[in-house]
């Protein structure tokens, strides 16, 4: 069967929108409070969202007990309160998403320390759990030195957010190009 190319029109808006992510992934290099704000934002908005989720699961569940559902709604309150506090407090916001980047590198620093040890990797070729155990020491270099550094964590961010975006971008000009 033959391919089918997309309109013309399409793969123009897919070319220019991929160019305007570039752009905008070479912005946040240059500007790297941009990144950190929109992650803040993000945080602050999943921690509102998942509070209220908890508070309305709380009030719709018949089958929790009155006990659960008590803690369920100061859980969700207290989660709803930390969203809001992260998005109008830049400090408190920050130092939230440091803790939690710096956290997430931790656990998959050791996770990947223990897959390679002897119990967990069991089985798999030593290569792989040589490259693993490789791997986990540096994420958890990199862990120690973000909670030591947390000016690191906010650069290395800044760069995952340009990263993505740069990847986007070009994602969008190869698949407009390609029709």
Same mark, same amino acid.
């Given at each position: 069967?033959?391919?089918?190319?997309?309109?013309?029109?399409?793969?123009?808006?897919?070319? =220019?929108?991929?160019?305007?992510?570039?752009?905008?992934?070479?912005?946040?290099?240059?500007?790297?409070?941009?990144?950190?704000?929109? $992650?803040?934002?993000? $945080?602050?908005?999943?921690? *509102?969202?998942?509070?209220?989720?908890?508070?309305?699961?709380?009030?719709?569940?018949?089958?929790?007990?009155?006990? /659960?559902?008590?803690?369920?709604?100061?859980? /969700?309150? *207290?989660?709803?309160?930390?969203?809001?506090?992260? *998005? =109008?407090?830049?400090?408190?916001?920050?130092?939230?998403?440091?803790?939690?980047?710096? +956290?997430?590198?931790?656990?998959n620093a050791i996770?990947?320390?223990?897959?390679?040890?002897?119990?967990?990797g069991v089985g798999?070729?030593?290569?792989?759990?040589?490259?693993?155990?490789?791997?986990?020491?540096?994420?958890? *270099?990199?862990?120690?030195?973000?909670? +030591?550094?947390?000016?690191?964590?906010?650069?290395?961010?800044?760069?995952?957010?340009?990263?993505?975006?740069?990847?986007?971008?070009?994602?969008?000009?190869?698949?407009?190009?390609? /029709?």
């Amino acid at each position: 069967m033959a391919e089918r190319k997309r309109p013309i029109w399409l793969r123009l808006v897919q070319i =220019v929108a991929g160019i305007i992510v570039l752009l905008l992934a070479a912005y946040v290099i240059f500007n790297p409070s941009l990144a950190i704000n929109l $992650l803040r934002i993000l $945080l602050g908005i999943a921690l *509102i969202v998942l509070g209220l989720a908890l508070i309305v699961r709380s009030v719709a569940v018949k089958a929790t007990s009155m006990g /659960g559902k008590i803690v369920e709604v100061i859980l /969700g309150i *207290i989660i709803l309160a930390l969203g809001v506090a992260a *998005i =109008v407090y830049t400090n408190f916001g920050t130092a939230a998403l440091i803790t939690l980047f710096a +956290v997430g590198l931790l656990l998959n620093a050791i996770g990947s320390i223990a897959y390679s040890g002897y119990e967990v990797g069991v089985g798999l070729p030593p290569w792989l759990r040589g490259t693993s155990l490789v791997l986990g020491v540096i994420a958890l *270099i990199i862990a120690i030195a973000v909670i +030591v550094f947390p000016g690191l964590a906010l650069a290395l961010l800044t760069l995952l957010v340009a990263l993505a975006l740069f990847l986007l971008g070009l994602e969008l000009i190869v698949s407009g190009a390609a /029709g």
